[in-house]
């Protein structure tokens, strides 16, 4: 049963610390998403990839966030430095892009909880 | 632009009542349309898709049909159950990008 996976699940760390979100997507799958949920804002996208290449990353902040993809098993979400309102929840989510045939839905990893103190 | 509008929760319902959340979309072309479901605690998952036109998806007693004419896709279950009580997210992508567009998600109670 292939699933995407996140590590850590739940990292608690103090302001001004890096913080790396790993994810690894179901394997054969092009398009990999980032979200960040909290009560106040709900979902946001914060950045995806098609083929390892970012296609949009506007719904980050660009200051202290970066994402990538170093080979196709992992997608990293990067934060320096931390600030306690970055404190939510963050999703990894793969699919297979347009134009492969697919129905395009997600799959969605069990997030990775994030407290900055 | 292409966005997606859902009814605000939370909903509050009584077991067995009939449900229906309503989702309306804007978007250029031919978007495929979703609905997604996060139980307390848990990640988002797949609850039902639609491709095109006049397609209906169904899963778990679910149901949604793709409307272009109205550009809905409201979600609908005859009888709910206290299972059911989750954050429902109504979703559009866009195929020349792959981009993904969610609606605020509402929130179901189901009262037993």
């Known amino acids: 049963d292939a699933r995407v996976t996140q590590t850590p699940r739940d990292k608690v760390t103090e302001m001004g610390q890096e913080v790396t979100m790993r994810c690894q997507p179901i394997?054969?799958?092009?398009?990999v998403f980032w979200y960040r949920q909290t009560m106040m804002q709900g979902l946001e996208l914060l950045a995806y990839?098609?083929?390892?290449?970012?296609?949009?990353d506007s719904g980050m902040p660009k200051d202290r966030f970066s994402a990538e993809m170093p080979d196709a098993t992992l997608a990293t979400l990067k934060i320096q430095p931390s600030e306690p309102r970055d404190s939510a929840v963050y999703f990894c989510a793969s699919g297979l892009g347009s134009g492969t045939g697919s129905h395009n839905e997600q799959f969605f990893g069990p997030g990775t909880r994030l407290t900055v103190l | 632009g292409n966005s997606v509008t859902q009814m605000e929760g939370p909903v509050t319902l009584s077991e067995e009542a009939f449900l229906t959340i309503n989702c309306t979309y804007t978007?250029?072309?031919?978007?495929?349309l979703f609905w997604y479901v996060q139980y307390p605690g848990e990640g988002l998952q797949l609850l039902l898709k639609a491709t095109k036109a006049d397609d209906k998806g169904s899963n778990k007693g679910f149901e949604a049909t793709y409307r272009k004419e109205t550009t809905s896709f409201h979600l609908e279950k005859g009888s709910v159950q206290v299972s059911d009580s989750a954050v429902y997210f109504c979703?559009?992508?866009?195929?020349?990008?792959?981009?993904?567009?969610f609606g605020k998600g509402t929130r179901l109670h189901i009262l037993p």
């Open positions: 978007a250029t072309g031919y978007p495929s």
């Open positions: 990839f098609r083929n390892r290449a970012p296609l949009d």
């Open positions: 394997l054969g799958h092009n398009t």
């Open positions: 979703v559009l992508r866009r195929l020349r990008d792959d981009k993904i567009i």
